[in-house]
């Protein structure tokens, strides 16, 4: 008998964790918008280094590209930004690999300069919770972490 009466349950608990699991969040990322000097040499940079897909710019007034970066998110890059605007570390876009040393061999053959959270070049800092992270610049000096937190969990 109480088999029978658990066996429904467990199936009514993975069917409700499934739907919570498939669910929308109430708001999610559409885009991120990025003001460059050179389109051509941002855009260039962004699908040779990080080798986003780029998708169908909708102004098409050759001011503006459009990555994507997941099923729901995009990146929009638009020229016109002056040249040498100073920028942070700590104001930084982040995305995952699931190898940061491919990563960084990759940055190495395309001479991109890289380093640690600390600036140290040529190598990675690794979190106290082992998580590695990278950091380097685009061609407007934007800073970009790459590190595998979304490959660890």
Same mark, same amino acid.
């Given at each position: 008998?109480?088999?029978?009466?658990?066996?429904?349950?467990?199936?009514?608990?993975?069917?409700?964790?499934?739907?919570?699991?498939?669910?929308?969040?109430?708001?999610?990322?559409?885009?991120?918008?990025?003001?460059?000097?050179? /389109?051509? @040499?941002?855009?260039?940079?962004?699908?040779?280094?990080?080798?986003? %897909?780029? #998708?169908?710019?909708?102004?098409? !007034? &050759?001011?503006?590209?459009?990555?994507?970066?997941?099923?729901?998110?995009?990146?929009?890059?638009?020229?016109?930004?002056?040249?040498?605007?100073?920028?942070?570390?700590?104001?930084?876009?982040?995305?995952?690999?699931?190898?940061?040393?491919?990563?960084?061999?990759? /940055?190495? @053959?395309?001479?991109?300069?890289?380093?640690?959270?600390?600036?140290? %070049?040529? #190598?990675?800092?690794?979190?106290? !919770? &082992?998580?590695?992270?990278?950091?380097?610049?685009?061609?407007?000096?934007?800073?970009?972490?790459?590190?595998?937190?979304?490959?660890?969990?």
């Amino acid at each position: 008998m109480k088999k029978v009466f658990l066996l429904p349950l467990l199936l009514l608990c993975c069917m409700v964790k499934i739907k919570a699991q498939t669910q929308k969040p109430a708001i999610i990322l559409n885009h991120i918008a990025m003001y460059v000097h050179d /389109l051509k @040499k941002s855009t260039d940079f962004y699908a040779k280094i990080l080798q986003f %897909p780029i #998708t169908e710019e909708p102004f098409k !007034d &050759g001011k503006h590209t459009w990555f994507e970066l997941s099923p729901t998110s995009k990146l929009h890059l638009i020229e016109g930004a002056p040249n040498n605007i100073a920028r942070d570390k700590n104001d930084h876009l982040c995305f995952s690999v699931p190898s940061v040393e491919v990563f960084m061999k990759r /940055l190495e @053959k395309n001479h991109v300069p890289f380093s640690d959270w600390p600036g140290k %070049p040529n #190598t990675y800092t690794l979190r106290v !919770d &082992g998580v590695k992270q990278i950091y380097f610049q685009d061609p407007d000096g934007h800073w970009i972490e790459i590190n595998d937190d979304g490959y660890k969990h």
